[in-house]
């Protein structure tokens, strides 16, 4: 899913090749219009998270119709918190925050799943919220735009009152979070206009506070990678070249990068990562604008950089 979200639109053909590989993988992690973290049924539902990653990501490589994808946003709707939910607590991240996405459906739908619990994370938040607003329901429905809506004053809140620091529930690096972010800025300009401004100060912050690479610390080339994608996204120019610098003086003799945490087991001191996963976000921060400008089909829509002003 990750890598399908990060591959460019498909100029060669084995380039469209690989992309209906990818999509042809994600077929085991599907049920129904929803995905799973892990290959095939075992105890844990579907959710949001991946389910925003991989609808996106096949729709916006040509490998989803419009009606597929708008079918698939209506049950992503479905998974946000109830109207009637109790109104969060400033800083409380274990309370519900009405119509806001959850991680989990919790709709009992899934057979043989078990019930994970009604809860937030916010980078799950701006994977599903950016996926709703690729169709166009959210203009057609009051429901819909109300999540919309309130998916992102959550996150606009849990950016500017600096939570996001700690890491969220499901990924423990705070650039992994401003990084997702930065994509719902790149795509969409009512989301780049909440979110853009203190979204490039926060990026800003993290670079002074945490720029020099330490050995097997902080930023290590997944790290390096989030904070250029998310600079390109916000169309800055700064220190991406010294970025990226960084980021291929860490590959290894094999071409590949190291690994590195991306995924947490909730509150578990559990994490999940890969050279692969590392490799394929390393790869995609070595692109520059004009490579993706370049190899991109010119029927493809593409997404516009936030303005910088």
Not at 133 to 140: A, F, N
Request: proline share 6%.
């Amino acid at each position: 899913m990750v890598a399908l979200m990060l591959l460019s639109p498909a100029a060669t053909a084995w380039e469209k090749e690989l992309a209906l590989r990818l999509g042809r993988q994600m077929e085991a992690a599907r049920w129904q219009r929803r995905y799973r973290f892990f290959l095939g049924s075992n105890g844990f539902p579907a959710d949001t998270d991946c389910t925003g990653l991989a609808v996106g990501a096949l729709y916006e490589h040509g490998l989803l119709s419009p009606a597929d994808l708008e079918a698939h946003v209506a049950d992503l709707l479905h998974a946000a918190a109830p109207a009637d939910s109790v109104p969060r607590r400033y800083g409380d991240d274990d309370a519900l925050r009405a119509r806001v996405f959850m991680v989990y459906w919790e709709d009992g739908l899934e057979p043989h799943a078990v019930r994970r619990g009604r809860k937030h994370d916010a980078v799950a938040c701006a994977n599903a919220l950016y996926t709703a607003q690729l169709s166009d329901l959210h203009t057609e429905s009051e429901s819909a735009a109300a999540v919309i809506s309130t998916s992102t004053r959550y996150l606009a809140e849990h950016l500017e009152s600096g939570r996001y620091l700690n890491g969220t529930r499901y990924y423990p690096s705070p650039d992994a979070f401003l990084y997702a972010l930065s994509r719902l800025c790149a795509r969409f300009p009512s989301s780049a206009q909440v979110l853009a401004a203190p979204l490039r100060r926060a990026l800003q912050e993290r670079e002074e506070a945490n720029s020099s690479p330490r050995p097997g610390g902080e930023p290590g080339p997944l790290a390096l990678a989030f904070r250029t994608l998310a600079a390109d996204n916000l169309g800055l120019t700064a220190g991406q070249d010294q970025r990226r610098m960084l980021i291929a003086q860490a590959q290894q003799s094999d071409g590949s990068w190291p690994a590195s945490p991306y995924y947490r087991m909730g509150r578990f001191p559990v994490y999940f990562g890969s050279s692969y996963l590392t490799t394929v976000f390393a790869l995609a921060a070595l692109r520059t604008r004009q490579t993706l400008q370049a190899a991109a089909p010119s029927s493809f829509s593409g997404w516009t950089a936030a303005p910088t002003g």
